[in-house]
């Protein structure tokens, strides 16, 4: 009876000594955050065991300090919850930062932006409107509303200056409809600015009375508008070039082929020479009379000095001439 | 900054060869250097190859100027002059005119040249031509067009104008703030 009992308590102390102590001791306390369910260790490391036995000193730290966190854990109220026993954390101390990034602003519309720009703020319009030839509340907008009044109304005035026999009916609803086309337009290209697509222009719009650069606009438009993206759309006669057709303009790289560009301007003077001069009639005429007057000098009072001069002058004179092609016929005479 | 387009050089050297002819040419191919013509803010500018490449770095909201400003394209697509360019324009000259000693303060102040004032001018001269107006010392004093051909000048009397005023070197400092 006592071997029994003796060995029970063996196996006992011998189970015992498996586990340890639940008690562990620190010089200073660790910072248990029971929330986060975290404990960070305050104190200093054992240099002389990280040394020697590294790993096991690590593994016997981190599980006095779990032992530590569960100790606390175990202070908490419990409950037991179909069987399990479940403590409840306190809240959190540490702050965390957040997991995901902070979401983006909503893009703003169109009229948003220009709201902001100008100021202007929307007042919150209330859901229903006290309607006083009803005598009840109706709709702001949507179904049965104000808005919609005029398309359920049984008859409806002609204004003073409009045609008579125009459907004021089919008006209304057809400025219903565009009214609400434009919003969905309106809609969708927010959309499209929002995520960053190629907002599509509207085109050109019909109006009653287009200006002139509306028509140019129309004009371009129209002509574009064919199979082969108006490539043999032929042009009216004295049509000038249409501007800001949206081609962009290109121009040579600032630090390009410095030759090609000398080369390129020479050309253009070179050209520019060809195309050159044309007959001065004013000039040739005042050219004429000079030499005529001269001529009249010249008999009156001849001098002999002069001769030489005149004629080597008009040498240079004629192989001018010719060149320039200019008109002019009998003796031609300059002065040096 | 940028290379001139083709139209604009075109009306750039129209507009040049009213004063100096073909000796454009000589300002393009200069056998001391590669220089060139940019176009920044509206003006051309005539300079330097290494320069430009250097002014390039620069942004354009900060770079005033660089090499020398020959001119500007009026908001019309025009080139105007500027008296800046006349250090180029005066070597290359085709057709001159110089003022007398007296005239040569009214030249600088703005007004145009007088018969009275016209010392020597550029024989066959024609009207309207593209002059650059010196002083009797030979000191260019600024350009303009001519009024008056050469003949024409002979035979007027001597309160007409015979020279336009287009720009002068007074202008460096009633317009200090409009030149670059």
């Known amino acids: 009876m006592a071997d029994l009992v003796e060995s029970v308590l063996q196996k006992a102390a011998e189970k015992e000594s498996k586990y340890k102590s639940i008690e562990v001791h620190k010089d200073i306390d660790l910072d248990i955050d029971a929330g986060n369910l975290l404990a960070v260790d305050p104190n200093p490391l054992d240099a002389k065991k990280l040394r020697e036995k590294r790993d096991e000193y690590l593994i016997s730290l981190a599980r006095d300090n779990t032992q530590l966190l569960i100790n606390r854990i175990w202070e908490l109220p419990v409950e037991r919850v179909e069987g399990t026993i479940v403590a409840k954390l306190p809240a959190p101390k540490t702050i965390l930062p957040r997991e995901k990034p902070i979401p983006k602003p909503k893009p703003e519309t169109k009229w948003q932006q220009y709201a902001k720009l100008k100021g202007i703020q929307n007042k919150k319009k209330a859901r229903k409107v006290w309607d006083d030839e009803i005598k009840d509340w109706r709709p702001t907008w949507g179904y049965q509303s104000r808005v919609n009044d005029e398309l359920n109304e049984w008859v409806l005035e002609v204004p003073a200056n409009a045609d008579p026999y125009e459907d004021q009916f089919g008006k209304a609803k057809k400025a219903k409809t565009e009214r609400v086309a434009k919003n969905e337009l309106q809609r969708m290209r927010n959309i499209a600015r929002a995520s960053k697509l190629k907002v599509p222009g509207v085109g050109l719009t019909p109006t009653d009375t287009p200006s002139k650069d509306h028509l140019s606009k129309a004009l371009t438009l129209a002509k574009k508008s064919t199979a082969s993206v108006g490539k043999f759309t032929d042009s009216l006669p004295k049509e000038k070039p249409v501007k800001n057709t949206g081609k962009k303009r290109k121009f040579e790289p600032n630090v390009g082929d410095m030759s090609k560009e000398k080369s390129a301007q020479l050309d253009i003077l070179s050209k520019m020479a060809k195309a050159g001069p044309t007959v001065n009639v004013t000039k040739a005429m005042k050219q004429h009379m000079l030499e005529e007057e001269q001529q009249r000098q010249k008999t009156n009072s001849e001098r002999p000095k002069k001769a030489k001069s005149i004629k080597k002058s008009i040498k240079r004179k004629q192989g001018k001439d010719t060149k320039r092609g200019g008109g002019g016929k009998g003796k031609r005479r300059g002065r040096k | ?180």
């Not at chain 2, 073909?22 to 500018?45: A, M, Q, S, W």
């Not at chain 2, 010392?119 to 002059?131: L, S």
């Open chain 2, 1 to 180: 900054m940028r290379p001139l387009t083709e139209e604009e050089t075109k009306t750039f050297f129209e507009k040049l060869s009213k004063y100096i002819g073909e000796n454009i040419k000589l300002l393009i191919d200069r056998p001391d250097g590669t220089y060139c013509f940019r176009l920044h803010k509206d003006r051309v500018y005539y300079v330097m190859e290494e320069t430009m490449k250097k002014a390039a770095n620069i942004s354009r909201e900060n770079l005033v100027s660089f090499g020398t400003c020959f001119g500007k394209f009026t908001k019309s697509g025009k080139f105007r002059l500027h008296i800046t360019a006349l250090d180029f324009l005066a070597p290359y000259a085709k057709y001159k005119i110089w003022v007398k000693p007296s005239a040569e303060q009214q030249f600088l102040y703005g007004h145009h040249v007088m018969k009275s004032g016209l010392g020597r001018i550029t024989e066959n001269t024609p009207q309207y031509q593209g002059v650059i107006v010196y002083s009797m010392s030979d000191l260019p004093l600024g350009f303009g067009v001519a009024a008056k051909s050469t003949e024409d000048c002979r035979r007027v009397d001597p309160m007409t104008v015979v020279t336009f005023h287009q720009a002068d070197i007074g202008e460096y400092i009633r317009s200090e703030d409009t030149l670059t």
